[in-house]
């Protein structure tokens, strides 16, 4: 549901100043760029965590035309169904009882399967067929059959009354580092298998950006869906537009004087006399705590982040800048872009935009 803002005297819907804006119109376009690099594969879209924090159930509906969507639980998936989304949806988690792969059959559902266990769950199914994707651990180490095993994991399926449509994955672990021999290494181990019969999803959204060699039948478009370049080295920055642009409001304004400290701490102290703005976001708004040397924009020019982030509030300073309360201040967007902030705060933008998504307020546009 969208988050409107709060009317006088009405039922709050929200309690905090940020607020993030969505472009569903920049996620469709960033999905065509993506297919269209992907031309011989179907492009699943990765919708897991709510969207990344951009709402799961509008990102499905702007993505009307996508192949497919993938989230990481059934309980995900079931809300997309209940929600009038008819096309494929991969449980990329899988399930862990029963009841959980029951619902699969019922909801139409494909999960994953990268336990033995899990197969067992599938002859305690009753009703259909159901369509499956069989993980492979190629180089992850967290998911998947074993060279060992997949050929046994792919024979009791097969014998499976139930046993639908059956397809293989696996997950690249160093594919934003296209300097890395890793993830040569992993598409290899996965077509030594000698499993061609079988349609193949192995890119993600770093393997669809930097190793044409991944893209095969499925490629998965996660964190570029959204805007966010995730090549360590930014070179396809240029070719994705941000999705989600981070806002909040200058609370108030201070003249301080040299040596003036800021903030919990008091980490920072003015070197000069300085005008400092407050900022109403801290960290319980998904605004990083742990930034150093960050930014922000406000009427268009930068005005660098001082002193701790809060829960509530940032400080900035805008000294020599035409600011006054209630102008609004850009946290991340098309500047500074949610990267910037997320190396900055040795973190990365999906926590960013988890973080962010979840708390502040919601507003959905659609323009170019």
């Given at each position: 549901?969208?988050?409107?803002?709060?009317?006088?005297?009405s039922?709050?819907?929200?309690?905090?100043?940020?607020?993030?804006?969505?472009?569903?119109?920049?996620?469709?376009?960033?999905?065509?760029?993506?297919?269209?690099?992907?031309?011989?594969?179907?492009?699943?879209?990765?919708?897991?965590?709510?969207?990344?924090?951009?709402?799961?159930?509008?990102?499905?509906?702007?993505?009307?035309?996508a192949d497919?969507?993938?989230?990481?639980?059934?309980?995900e998936?079931?809300?997309?169904?209940?929600?009038?989304?008819?096309?494929?949806?991969?449980?990329?988690?899988?399930?862990?009882?029963?009841?959980?792969?029951?619902?699969?059959?019922?909801?139409?559902?494909?999960?994953?399967?990268?336990?033995?266990?899990?197969?067992?769950?599938?002859?305690?199914?009753?009703?259909?067929?159901?369509?499956?994707?069989?993980?492979?651990?190629?180089?992850?180490?967290?998911?998947?059959?074993?060279?060992?095993?997949?050929n046994?994991?792919?024979?009791?399926?097969?014998?499976?009354?139930?046993?639908?449509?059956?397809r293989?994955?696996?997950?690249?672990?160093?594919?934003?580092d296209?300097?890395?021999?890793?993830?040569?290494?992993?598409?290899s181990?996965?077509?030594a298998?000698?499993?061609?019969?079988?349609?193949?999803?192995?890119?993600?959204?770093?393997?669809?950006?930097?190793?044409?060699?991944?893209r095969?039948?499925?490629?998965?478009?996660?964190?570029?869906?959204?805007?966010?370049?995730?090549?360590?080295d930014?070179?396809?920055?240029?070719?994705?537009?941000?999705?989600?642009?981070?806002?909040?409001?200058?609370?108030?304004?201070?003249?301080?004087?040299?040596?003036?400290?800021?903030?919990?701490?008091?980490?920072y102290?003015?070197?000069?006399?300085?005008?400092?703005?407050?900022?109403?976001?801290?960290?319980?708004?998904?605004?990083?705590?742990?930034?150093?040397?960050?930014?922000?924009?406000?009427?268009?020019?930068?005005?660098?982040?001082?002193?701790?982030?809060s829960?509530?509030?940032?400080?900035?300073?805008?000294t020599?800048?035409?600011?006054?309360?209630?102008?609004?201040?850009?946290?991340?967007?098309?500047?500074?872009?949610?990267?910037?902030?997320?190396?900055l705060?040795?973190t990365?933008?999906?926590?960013?935009?988890?973080?962010?998504?979840?708390h502040?307020?919601?507003?959905?546009?659609?323009?170019?």
């Amino acid at each position: 549901m969208d988050r409107k803002n709060n009317l006088p005297g009405s039922m709050p819907q929200h309690t905090r100043h940020s607020r993030v804006v969505i472009n569903l119109r920049t996620i469709q376009l960033n999905y065509q760029y993506l297919k269209k690099i992907s031309a011989n594969s179907n492009v699943i879209a990765v919708i897991k965590a709510d969207a990344y924090g951009h709402g799961a159930i509008q990102v499905a509906n702007a993505l009307s035309t996508a192949d497919a969507f993938a989230v990481a639980t059934v309980m995900e998936a079931i809300e997309l169904r209940e929600a009038g989304i008819q096309q494929k949806i991969i449980v990329l988690g899988g399930v862990i009882k029963v009841d959980e792969m029951q619902a699969c059959l019922e909801y139409r559902l494909d999960p994953v399967i990268h336990q033995f266990w899990q197969i067992d769950l599938l002859t305690m199914l009753k009703g259909k067929s159901i369509d499956v994707w069989v993980k492979f651990n190629s180089g992850m180490g967290r998911l998947g059959f074993s060279e060992l095993d997949i050929n046994r994991a792919l024979q009791q399926i097969t014998s499976l009354k139930l046993a639908g449509k059956i397809r293989l994955m696996t997950h690249l672990a160093n594919a934003d580092d296209i300097s890395d021999e890793k993830t040569v290494l992993q598409i290899s181990r996965s077509k030594a298998l000698g499993l061609e019969q079988y349609e193949w999803g192995i890119a993600n959204s770093a393997g669809i950006l930097g190793w044409p060699r991944s893209r095969l039948n499925w490629v998965r478009a996660g964190i570029a869906l959204y805007g966010s370049d995730p090549l360590s080295d930014h070179s396809a920055s240029q070719n994705l537009k941000p999705v989600m642009q981070f806002i909040s409001t200058v609370l108030a304004i201070n003249d301080l004087k040299k040596g003036q400290s800021i903030g919990y701490g008091g980490m920072y102290s003015c070197p000069q006399d300085r005008t400092i703005a407050v900022v109403a976001v801290g960290y319980a708004d998904g605004y990083p705590r742990h930034l150093q040397n960050g930014f922000v924009l406000i009427n268009d020019q930068k005005a660098k982040v001082v002193g701790r982030v809060s829960m509530d509030m940032i400080t900035i300073d805008i000294t020599g800048q035409d600011v006054k309360h209630g102008d609004e201040v850009i946290l991340w967007g098309d500047s500074p872009l949610a990267n910037e902030i997320a190396e900055l705060s040795e973190t990365i933008s999906y926590e960013l935009f988890c973080h962010a998504g979840c708390h502040a307020q919601r507003e959905y546009i659609h323009t170019d």
